[in-house]
């Protein structure tokens, strides 16, 4: 051990005579000469973890070539080369520079055999490696790593890093790594303690889980000193975890939003509660579905604007089954809002079937685009870029109806016919105009919430039957008639849904937030913002 | 007042002819089963008592709803949910009864308590093990619940559409309630496996044929029933609560108590049919209370024509009659007729069969008063508007969407 720890010294010394690459290169060569004597794995592991100590970025390409069972040793003078196989033969290259030395036939060579575990402590090495590697973001996913699988035998490469290192976020990280390594370490106690501190202040889930890794060998001072550093973080993180749960709430709330904002429109300017106004959200999640095959098919490179390609096509497809709906069935049925339920339910079967005849009844594949895969942490919020985008397009929506309801005059007529139909006939207004355009409004917003949610969801005949229970409940809960009724209500039911979940379980919580809705109506028979005046008894 | 008499008969003939009809069914069918030997062409195949054993059920199911909507005026899309429970408490009497002869053999736990390894049975199963016991539940839980649901709904005045969702929101929960594994009903799998009903095995074809007389005796009862309430004064509240809620309440009387009671009523009645349906079926699961479900009831109903009592009885067995035949002939097309089912009654057929039944037979007597026919047709000229009381208000006034 000491003799390793020898050589690490010198190596790390050797590698912080900057500037002297030939310095740097001898050593490298001469941990490599080492491979080519080495005798058995576990040899062969130390000398890979001597030269992954180094922290020199170029000993990354003989380490890689090794793991992937391309590293050679000449039999003739013991030389070290990494070797593509070329026709029989193989093409060597020098392991530190990368240049062509030659070729030579496979007898002349002896392949440096590896196990899993020289594998893995390539991998390892390869972690300290890019410590001292040109990119910042790799060094400091280096250091992340690191902080995760603290190795007591990094600090001294950690320290030459640190005291390299110019970025910032990445020279944090080192020391966060440096620290996490010192308490694995036999360190003294003083050094300890600041590690201690140190972790404590980040209040992550994996610094509590290094403390708490700590706390159990520890004893005295340290022991309390890391108990208190948990307790801190515990309660950081539980700061952090309502923050999530509000996070997901949001998320689930703009996921309602968009499903029930079409439904709050034709239902309160109609009256008519449209039963197939999930499946509206089905043809729009189809629609994307049929376009993005269009692209794969004819034009892969517009692949990433495959959604907004979707939009209007949704939009003007769940559009037009709508005014067909309006048209063909539910203007026989005013002033009947019960058998109007039943009729669009009777719609909502033969749409269902139909998607299903033709597109088949299992689950089909909507791809994201690259800009919506991913996802981020914000603090100790995980969040994707998916969820993300579907709550800004969410309130992007909501925005859009708002203007058009308050701003343009067929909002205006829309809203006149909402409070007084007859009122509005007698003005001028063309109410079966208004009707049509509504429940069409109402039907592609739906389609485009389709294309919205085919990014989170299955694809499937069954979509639209899973947010239609859902959808009313926010309707019914926010109001009919207004807008920031239905906006209030998806969030509130979503937050509620979300916080629910932890305490009672996913199922249970939904169940939970049925029966407050429930008796909710029996306080408020016509949601949160209700209509008020002649109008509501009708 | 003779007129009122004639109209009484006439309809009570009506219905006396359907309740002695199924009379003759609950002793023909099971007798032509059990008696005749199977190559006589007037045998009736055991499955085919269970197929219509289990309409039967759905018959009194959609006449428990008829009850409630079309004489109380109020749609209900939550009357699985009733249906169910009756059946899962007939469906823990049946599990008690397995007894040892579970697959894990626990005289004590059914199956899936054994699987899920609990150590005693919950204290809600006390008491299943006894027939009695397990009636009064039938009778007692969706009763009560419809109680509560409907004394918290009517008395906040949540009418309509509202009404109509937040049955619906009532059911999705027990779905999800019923779907959990720590709720000791079996979870997904619900309550199945069933062997002795009353000591006899619920295979076995004399069983079936005495499920099948039971289904139909307890319909007739439940036509009787239906009959008795809405021709008695509480009946005739019933419906003027339903086309003029506030008139009613102006007048002076609770039209919250009224539609309690006819929704309790008609909880109840769908609790039997559902503990009838689940000996004949032999499985209880919780997709019974799927929402989806509950809206077919509908359809039942407003196919046989709502408001009539005989209607949703004979939409029931025809739509199912019609399912079972789809499913088999052309699987593909079950939902596509079943969803222009949906808008053609609701635009075509607003009565239903029956409604549309009457309608034509009153038209008919009045082109032949027109004609200037004999002076009892003069006589019965106030029959017809008088019946038309019997038959819902549909269209009060023209079209118009809501204000």
Known sequence: MTSIKTVLAALVALLCLAGSAAADDAAIRAGLAKLATAKGFAEIETVVRELGATGDPAVAKPLAALADGNLYVRKSDSSVFIGNEAGGSLALLDPVTGSAAGTAAKGEMTKIRVNNAVRRAVREAAGSLTLGGEDAAARLSA???????????????????????????????????????????????????????????????????????????????????????????????????????????????????????????????????????????????????????????????????????????????????????????????????????????????????????????????????????????????????????????????????????????????????????????????????????????????????????????????????????????????????????????????????????????????????????????????????????????? | MITARILANGLDRRIAIFLAALVAIAIVVPALNLLLPPDNPLHVPTHVVALFGKYLCYALLALSLDLAWGFCGILSLGHGAFFALGGYAMGMYLMRQIGSRGVYGNPELPDFMVFLNWKELPWYWYGFDQFWFAAIMVLLVPGLLAFCFGWLAFRSRVTGVYLSIITQAMTYALLLAFFRNDMGFGGNNGLTDFKDILGFNVQSAGTRGALFAASALFLALGIAVTATVTRSKLGKLMVAVRDAESRTRFIGWRPERIKLFGFTLSAVMAGVAGALYVPQVGIINPSEFAPANSIEVVIWTAVGGRGTIVGPVIGAVLVNWAKSWFTVALPDMWLFALGALFVAVTLFLPRGIVGMWDQWRSGRKDRRAARGGSAEATVETPVVRAKSVSAPALDAAAPQPAE
Request: glycine share 12%; hydrophobic share 55%.
């Open chain 1, 143 to 538: 250091a992340d790593a690191l902080f995760l699988k603290p190795d007591p035998d990094a600090i001294e490469a950690l320290d030459a890093a640190i005291a390299k290192e110019t970025d910032a976020a990445a020279k944090a990280r080192m020391e966060q790594a440096r620290a996490a390594a010192v308490l694995v370490s036999d360190r003294s106690e003083a050094e300890k303690s600041a590690a201690i501190r140190l972790i404590a202040g980040l209040g992550s889930r994996e610094a509590l889980n290094l403390l708490t890794g700590f706390e159990a060998s520890a004893s005295g001072a340290l022991k309390e000193q890391a108990a208190a550093g948990i307790s801190s973080i515990g309660s950081t993180l539980m700061a952090w975890d309502g923050a999530q749960n509000v996070w997901y709430g949001i998320s689930l709330g703009s996921v309602l939003l968009l499903a029930a904002i079409g439904l709050a429109i034709t239902f309160g300017v109609m009256g008519v509660i449209n039963m197939a106004h999930g499946e509206m959200v089905m043809l729009g999640a189809y629609t994307t579905f049929v376009v993005q095959e269009m692209i794969r098919s004819s034009a892969p490179g517009l692949f990433d604007w495959s959604l907004a390609i979707a939009l209007p096509c949704a939009f003007l497809v769940a559009a037009a089954v709508g005014v067909a709906i309006e048209r063909g069935v539910i203007r026989f049925l005013y002033g009947r809002p019960l058998e109007t339920l039943l009729a669009t339910w009777g719609v909502s079967l033969i749409l269902q079937q139909g998607v299903r005849t033709i597109f088949g009844p299992t689950n089909r594949e909507v791809g994201n685009p690259s800009w919506m895969s991913g996802g981020f942490e914000l603090g100790q919020l995980a969040i994707t870029w998916n969820r993300l985008w579907i709550v800004v397009f969410s309130l992007a929506v909501f925005a859009l109806l708002l203007f058009i309801s308050n701003r343009t005059a067929w909002g205006l007529q829309m809203r006149a016919v909402t409070q007084n139909r007859r009122m509005a006939a007698s003005m001028g207004i063309r109410t079966p105009w208004v009707d049509a355009f509504t429940f069409g409004l109402g039907s592609g917003i739906a389609g485009i919430a389709g294309v919205a949610l085919s990014q989170i969801g299955n694809v499937s005949p069954n979509l639209g039957q899973g947010y239609i229970i859902d959808s009313f409940m926010v309707v019914v809960f926010g109001g009919v008639g207004n807008l920031w009724g239905t906006l209030l209500g998806a969030f509130s039911l979503g937050i509620a849904n979300k916080f629910l979940e932890p305490y009672a379980g996913a199922v249970l919580g939904k169940i939970i937030v049925l029966v407050l809705i429930i008796l909710f109506i029996q306080k408020r028979p016509r949601g949160l913002f209700a209509l008020k005046g002649r109008a509501v008894e009708a």
